[in-house]
């Protein structure tokens, strides 16, 4: 395939760069994802495998969501795996278009596309189920990490919003959100409080956080995120409609007018310069200049207990990818020397 232009502009060359590496596994071939999860394996035992995820990957296919997702290619990663040099067997038989239905890899759990990091996959239904269970019981420990736009205040804390899915009516015509949907505080006459009730499809959400480093002049942060519940865009809602912080690149749940579709996220033009989209000096950067910064949200931790090795607990580190890491040394974010990461199991 022909190559596009490297343009001459370095802003123009960094927007470039972005699309290229966050659009990079979306139209490519089934076995050549697959080719790039196996790359991407981080623990490999008995009855289970666990990913780095890249970004842009749908888990699950669906309405909108094109051949390329991590269902779909699980038959080849299969083949693969079992014609690695670790395994006896190689089958050839498989094509990258059979049903995902053919494979005995099970998804354990999901993530987000355009989130990054450890997802789990299994040898059998039993060890699938093992896995979705110790989630579902809250008793897996989950942990990400975030780049956020501005400082969450406290730098420590816990988040409790509930959230629920809410219909939106916009110039993109009708869309579904998350939102933060606060409990209602029911009081007597004299003021006290009666009882509190979760507004009519609200969940509990409950998120841990601290921030581990800021970035130059307080404008952006690494906070660490430890789910205590998990709920679609639980995170990205708690950091943007929680703390007023929202994740960098998330271009949903940034702050945007009244009666506004999905637009870019909002930086501010030292931001967009820190990141190479903007000139220097430049006040007013062009409209959507942000829009091809990716979500910089990473599961980098995972703790399944009675899964490893003895019965033991079974730890997962996951390193971010590099335009993550990228992105923090680009706004002047230094990593504590303790929450140096590299992708390890035990």
Known sequence: ??????????????????????????????????????????????????????YGIPVHGGPGVGRNNVAAVLPVLEQLLDGHPSRRRHRKN??????????????????DRDT?????????????????????????????????????????????????????????????RMAVMPRFHYVDASNALVKRRLPRGARTAVTQYRVLAE??????????????TGHKHQLRVHLALGLGTPALGDHKYSPRRQGQGLVPQR????LLRKLGLARSGQERPAAGAARRVPLH?????????????????LVVQCRPPKLFMQSLKKLGIQLPEAEE??????
């Open 1 to 54: 395939a022909e190559q596009a232009a490297v343009p001459d502009d370095p802003v123009k060359r960094q927007a470039q760069h972005l699309k290229k590496q966050t659009t990079l596994l979306q139209h490519v071939h089934p076995t050549v994802l697959a080719k790039a999860l196996l790359k991407n394996v981080i623990h490999q035992q008995r009855e289970l495998i666990v990913v780095n995820k890249p």
């Open 94 to 111: 498989t094509t990258a278009g059979d049903d995902a239905t053919a494979s005995k890899l099970h998804l354990c759990h999901r993530l």
């Open 116 to 176: 990054t990091g450890a997802l789990v996959l299994a040898r059998n239904a039993e060890a699938a189920d093992a896995v979705a269970s110790l989630l579902r019981e809250r008793r897996a420990e989950r942990t990400y990490w975030a780049v956020t736009v501005g400082v969450p205040q406290p730098a420590r804390g816990v988040v409790d919003l509930p959230v629920g899915e809410r219909k939106h009516e916009g110039p993109d015509g009708v869309t579904y």
């Open 215 to 228: 970035g130059a002049e307080g404008r952006s942060a690494l906070v660490e995120l430890r789910p205590l």
């Open 267 to 270: 930086l501010s033009p030292a």
């Open 297 to 313: 949200l990473h599961a980098c931790r995972l703790v399944l207990p009675g899964l490893g090795h003895g019965r033991d607990p």
């Open 341 to 346: 990461q590299e992708e390890t199991s035990q």
